[in-house]
């Protein structure tokens, strides 16, 4: 390393919060700006992300990669579709197997946006315990990391779902 050049370092640049429960996206001990409730997973996602997005630089926009950190929405989606399939009383929809899938998700707002970065679903693996850091360099300058919290209910069909979207970019950018 020559004198007076630093190595580019990944720094939180925005943070994003939506949810589908009030109470929970009220006491999310998250620092974001003006968390939002609404009826859908779906929904909070294409929030979050267009909060996250909305804080890069225009010029990253559309090509910044997206990490989606898919593990508790992947199991509880699994064990949802487990539940219909033995619920008697209910009939199979082809849309409840494209459920279990979590881009299904971000697709919306990818599309409505004009997306055209990298999109990554991330299932972590139990005993990862460490943080998620996007690998961002000068060539890959920023990122975003989608974080899916879900909390399931009583009902194994129902959930609230968080969905906390965190930009990452390169130091000086």
Known sequence: MTTGTRAPVAVPWHRALA??????VAAAPVFA??????????????AALGAAFGALPEELRATA????????????AARR???R???????????????LETSELVRPYLTAA??????????????AQAEFTPPVTAA???????????????DPRDADCLALATTWKVSGL
Do not use: M, N
């Open 33 to 46: 700006a003006a968390p939002t409730v609404h009826r859908k997973p779906v929904d909070a996602a294409s």
């Open 114 to 127: 004009e997306h055209r970065g990298d999109c990554y679903l991330l299932a972590q693996l139990p005993a």
């Open 19 to 24: 949810g589908t429960d009030e109470a929970r």
């Open 65 to 76: 990669p997206l990490y989606v950190l898919c593990r508790d929405y992947g199991t509880w």
């Open 85 to 99: 399939c033995h619920d008697p009383g209910r009939r199979l929809r082809p849309s409840d197997s494209v459920g």
């Open 81 to 83: 579709f487990v539940a």
């Open 140 to 154: 890959r300058p920023a990122a975003v990391v989608l974080d899916l919290i879900v909390f399931p209910g009583e």
